[in-house]
């Protein structure tokens, strides 16, 4: 892109989350972008047009026409270098989908030759609800980027997935898929990510906290930089879908290490940020287990340690594990980077308020087969992802010279 100000057609939709709004088009204007807004008819519950043209420095445009003069949709999809529909209401994301053209918003979303980018914001249960997954899917299918929701406390007073993503964070996701590089175009990236699940009996099962969260956000990550992308996930992970990735979704560590093994030869980086099981039940009772007066034990044995499995495998692959302490963080990471034969780890410790698993955020430090120690600051887990992603770019391209 040219040395011009990035030129941002920002859509706002009907949604509590629009009070942001000002403060997203000063977020835009701050980081030198030149902000044209669009509203819908029910944004203008939620957000004054007058903040917005002061702000933005421009008219705030809502309809389709204006005291007799056609606003010109076409021109304006041509004009920007993004379209962002943030907040991005269910009804908005459904009608995008859907290709209905009641509002100039919508009529710009069809005529935008741009990236497009939405930032959805709604209750929990309306975000879940399989005909929005499906909406959004749809709009992902067609190229449409999408940011967030994140996690947090909703205007409902319910806790969960549905809020908009913060200002700063839609500025610097807009900017860098705007600049990002298909720095890994052709390139086979597998991740494993989430828990697996250890049956004790038909209806109980070992397991732990991870969400998949971390695993999800370096399989959208590597796909925006143009990867083919793998995800191995477990089925205690949060639902996760996403058309433009290859998933399989497994459940004990021995699915895990057949689902990673048949995908590891034509691997160019794999990342193993499962949370797998070390034990398993020795027999896995074939009804119920009744309880009894008495206590009871379950005899466990070894599961394979699949990173270690795939590190003595290892050709060519740019192998990444994880290590989650909670003491001796950097001598037991180091252990497991050289133990597993891998090319690089990232420790994150259960010290650190904000890591681990179930959150929106995590502290990483990250060590390579090199010597390397790098630590970073608390970061959501998109940034994460890039800071990962980054570092695993470096070696790979240190191993081509
Ligand atoms: N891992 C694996 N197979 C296992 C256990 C762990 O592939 N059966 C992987 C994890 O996905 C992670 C790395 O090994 O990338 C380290 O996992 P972690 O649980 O931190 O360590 P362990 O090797 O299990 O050792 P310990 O539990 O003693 O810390």
Redesign the pocket.
Known sequence: MSSQPTRILLGITGSIAAYKTPELVRAFIKAGCEVKVVITPSANDFVSELSLATVSKNEVLGNIHNEGQWNNHVELGMWAHAFIVAPASANTIAKMAQGICDNLLLACFLSARCKVMIAPAMDLDMYHHAATQNNLNTLRQRGVITIGPASGELASGLIGDGRMEEPSTIVNEVLRSLHVSNSLKNKQVVI?AGP?REAIDPVRFISNHSTGKMGVALAEEALQRGANVKLIIGKGALGYTNPNMEISCVDT?EE??NA?LSSFEKADIFI???????YTPEHVATQKIKKKEDDMSISLK?????????GSKKKNQLL??????TNNELE?AKN?LEK?NLDM??LNSLQDAGAGFATDTNKISILDNEGNELHFELKTKKMVAIDILNHAEKIMIKNIN
Do not use: H, N, Q
């Not at 070894?302 to 795939?310: E, F, G, Q, Y």
């Open positions: 494993t697996t560590a895990m290490l990673s193993m940020s499962a949370a797998v099981a070390d070894r599961t394979p340690d699949i990173l270690a499995t795939l990444v594990g994880f290590a989650l302490e037991y497991k597993k780890i990232v």
